[in-house]
């Protein structure tokens, strides 16, 4: 009848219940079991031996026919051999996986480094739980002890890592208000201006691993124009620019600033012995009249004694016509020219470029010869 439970189910049902969990025999007992059921004849009923021998008769099954196999006579089965070697290639492709996966992923965090740095293990650890902090620690060859000194160090900073943490705001700081700029020299100089006393190495080492840098300046185009007809001033510099008063040297040159506009150029002259600028002009044009303005101002804001100026240039066509010569003559000036095709020659001068280009100009465009006169006055005469 339907619902009605036979005697043998509920013995079936009953044995189920009762039924132990699967265990490792030893190899002992397994060899043994295998040797007498091969060695009997005729074969012995499989459920009846394994009683005799305390097992569970599928595992008992399942030696013989693994015996069956291994001596060549199933073909439907893996040799015992065989599962070793395949058991030992599954676990070399996990292996080979993880570390891939540890591998491409790390490579998100230490790009560009030379080796990886404590902070960035931690967050890869941290950040990709799945890969096990073991297999990540073994791929990138850092020592467990490492590693735990590296967390340790975390929850309890040293003085020293304290102060650096607090020298690294202070840096940024700087940095930031400097219109990301300033490298590590000008930074370190900011500092010690402010009383911090600290290491320039020091400073560079806190500002790389900030992720922080200056701008590197950028070679110029040279923008000279000789008179093949003029005749040059001698070299009365000789490329030692140094001054033991003002008013003893001033080097001056010009360059162009790039606009929508068109091209604004600039004449500024510098004194050796403040490295300050004097006095600078700007124009549309680089012709005599712009390097005589900017000398025109600098004369009017510097009392200069007769002969004991030097007024130092290049080769341009500006600083040899008749006009500036004539006023440096009138002025008791004495003018100074350097070499051919050689910056070296006036490399105060040229490092005036180089600064105000890079701090100033670099990185904007100006759209009218207004907008960047403007910018050079708030640099120059702001600073």
């Not at 040797?35 to 030696?63: D, F, N, Q, T």
């Amino acid at each position: 009848m339907r619902g009605e439970v036979t005697a043998g189910q509920m013995g079936l049902m009953r044995g189920a219940q009762t039924m132990p969990a699967p265990r490792k025999y030893p190899l002992e007992l397994r060899e043994r079991a295998v040797r007498m059921y091969r060695a009997s004849e005729p074969k012995p009923v499989i459920r009846r031996m394994a009683e005799e021998l305390g097992v569970h008769h599928e595992a008992l099954r399942g030696w013989i026919r693994q015996a069956e196999a291994d001596a060549g006579e199933r073909g439907d089965l893996l040799t015992t051999e065989e599962k070793e070697e395949l058991a030992r290639l599954r676990r070399e492709v996990r292996e080979l996986r993880r570390a891939n996966d540890v591998l491409r992923t790390a490579s998100g965090f230490f790009r560009g480094t030379a080796r990886p740095d404590p902070a960035q293990v931690a967050a890869l650890v941290d950040e990709h739980p799945h890969l096990g902090v073991e297999p990540v620690l073994r791929e990138l060859n850092i020592p467990s002890s490492t590693y735990y000194r590296w967390r340790q160090a975390e929850k309890e900073p040293c003085e020293r890592r304290r102060q650096d943490a607090e020298l690294t705001g202070r840096i940024r700081q700087v940095h930031e208000d400097s219109g990301g700029i300033y490298g590590s020299p000008r930074v370190h100089a900011v500092l010690r201006r402010h009383g911090v006393h600290v290491g320039r190495k020091r400073v560079e080492r806190l500002m790389r691993e900030a992720g922080l840098a200056g701008i590197s300046p950028r070679r110029g185009k040279g923008f000279t124009r000789r008179d093949s007809d003029a005749d040059l001033a001698p070299d009365l510099v000789k490329r030692d620019f140094t001054a033991d008063t003002p008013n003893r040297l001033w080097v001056t040159d010009l360059t162009m600033i790039p606009t929508r506009e068109g091209p604004l150029w600039l004449s500024a002259i510098r004194d050796a012995f403040s490295r300050r600028v004097v006095a600078w002009e700007t124009s549309a044009r680089a012709d005599a009249d712009l390097v005589l303005s900017s000398l025109e101002y600098a004369l009017a804001s510097r009392e200069v004694a007769p002969g004991q100026l030097v007024h130092h240039a290049d080769h341009g066509c500006q600083y040899t016509s008749i006009k500036l010569t004539t006023r440096l003559v009138r002025a008791g000036i004495k003018a100074s020219m350097g070499s051919v095709g050689d910056s070296f020659d006036n490399a105060l001068a040229e490092n005036l470029w180089m600064v105000i280009k890079n701090e100033c100009i670099r990185g904007r465009t100006f759209t009218t010869r207004a907008e960047a006169n403007l910018a050079l006055f708030e640099y120059i005469d702001g600073f």
